[in-house]
């Protein structure tokens, strides 16, 4: 029961509905090309990527020193049926803004 309360929290955010949104269309990101697109501070970005990590919708690949999040694949029928749900939600996505980062592996 734990597991999917943290999944029914996950889903309790506008912010972290615009996060799942944002991975959805784009893919795998960088923690300081997501920091720059949604205009949010590193600790606010890094928190509710806990929580959808947490809630078993995100996943985090480490490559050297950058973090890339990205929708865990594959997901349960709850978590996709979740994620289907959000495609159809008006959200207002903002546009992607990537960093240049010196030895960048993507």
Same mark, same amino acid.
């Given at each position: ?43 606010? *970005?890094?928190?509710?990527? &806990?929580?959808? $990590? %947490? =809630? ?36 207002? *996505?903002?546009?992607?803004? &990537?960093?240049? $980062? %010196? =030895?960048?592996?993507?």
């Amino acid at each position: 029961m734990e597991i999917y309360l943290k999944t029914i929290s996950a889903l309790h955010d506008e912010t972290r509905l615009l996060i799942l949104r944002f991975l959805d269309e784009h893919g795998a990101l960088c923690v300081c090309d997501l920091q720059n697109s949604l205009d949010m501070i590193q600790s606010r *970005l890094s928190r509710h990527l &806990k929580i959808l $990590k %947490e =809630g078993g919708f995100v996943r985090v690949d480490r490559q050297g020193t950058w973090a890339y999040y990205s929708i865990r694949s594959p997901l349960d029928k709850f978590r996709a049926n979740a994620i289907e749900e959000i495609r159809h939600l008006e959200i207002k *996505l903002p546009k992607l803004v &990537k960093t240049e $980062k %010196e =030895g960048c592996p993507l």
